[in-house]
T-cell receptor, first 115, second 115 residues
Framework: GAGVSQSPSNKVTEKGKDVELRCDPISGHTALYWYRQSLGQGLEFLIY????????KSGLPSDRFSAERTGGSVSTLTIQRTQQEDSAVYLC?????????????FGPGTRLTVL | AQSVTQLDSQVPVFEEAPVELRCNYS??????LFWYVQYPNQGLQLLLK??????LVKGINGFEAEFNKSQTSFHLRKPSVHISDTAEYFCAVSDLYNQGGKLIFGQGTELSVKP
């Protein structure tokens, strides 16, 4: 079954390094979301892509975070100059469209540990 | 801003007992409501959702939830739990007027079913 996939499943990095996290959404889904799950903050929205529209970046915590979505499919979340507080599980989700009633299908997440 | 409160961070219960996981949301505007479940080391999976119509919503695995507009609540219930229901449960809300359907999550409730 072709669900949402994310890679890597685990990433350990040193403080100050850059990391890239990848998300492959379900084929045909035009909407893609990134969330972050951390002990102190719970599940937080980061960024949303819908088709060719400008992304909703309102949840990105700082300018060290950026994301892109190429060809309306695969998305990459980049964190520059990682800090220890960036340690979390980064979840990607996709839905058929950006309609608020559509179910979001989540990937298994990437666990990021910043030493 | 929208917020979701899950009143219990942990709920221990014995197998075959009934359970209620509580969720309250802040906004008075129209919302869609969701319950997601996260089994250990897995991604989030939709249990059920309320969009409109009947206030009692039935989901997978025997769970149901009741939307109460006057109390801004969406509590999740199951009449008889199984060991396999052990997981973390997240209540989430999406504002009808929010473009893109980003979800605002509660902090989660860890359900632990004991034999």
């Amino acid at each position: 079954g072709a669900g949402v996939s994310q890679s890597p499943s685990n990433k350990v990095t040193e403080k100050g390094k850059d990391v890239e996290l990848r998300c492959d959404p379900i084929s045909g889904h035009t909407a893609l979301y990134w969330y972050r799950q951390s002990l102190g903050q719970g599940l937080e929205f980061l960024i949303y892509f819908q088709g060719n529209s400008a992304p909703d970046k309102s949840g990105l915590p700082s300018d060290r975070f950026s994301a892109e979505r190429t060809g309306g499919s695969v998305s990459t979340l980049t964190i520059q100059r990682t800090q220890q507080e960036d340690s979390a599980v980064y979840l990607c989700a996709s839905s058929f469209s950006g309609a608020t009633y559509n179910e979001q299908f989540f990937g298994p997440g990437t666990r990021l540990t910043v030493l | 801003a929208q917020s979701v409160t899950q009143l219990d961070s942990q709920v221990p219960v014995f197998e075959e007992a009934p359970v209620e996981l509580r969720c309250n949301y802040s906004s008075s505007v129209s919302v869609y409501l969701f319950w997601y479940v996260q089994y250990p080391n897995q991604g989030l999976q939709l249990l059920l959702k309320y969009l409109s119509g009947s206030t009692l919503v039935k989901g997978i695995n025997g769970f149901e939830a009741e939307f109460n507009k006057s109390q801004t609540s969406f509590h999740l219930r199951k009449p008889s739990v199984h060991i396999s229901d052990t997981a973390e449960y997240f209540c989430a809300v999406s504002d009808l007027y929010n473009q893109g359907g980003k979800l605002i999550f509660g902090q989660g409730t860890e359900l632990s079913v004991k034999p």
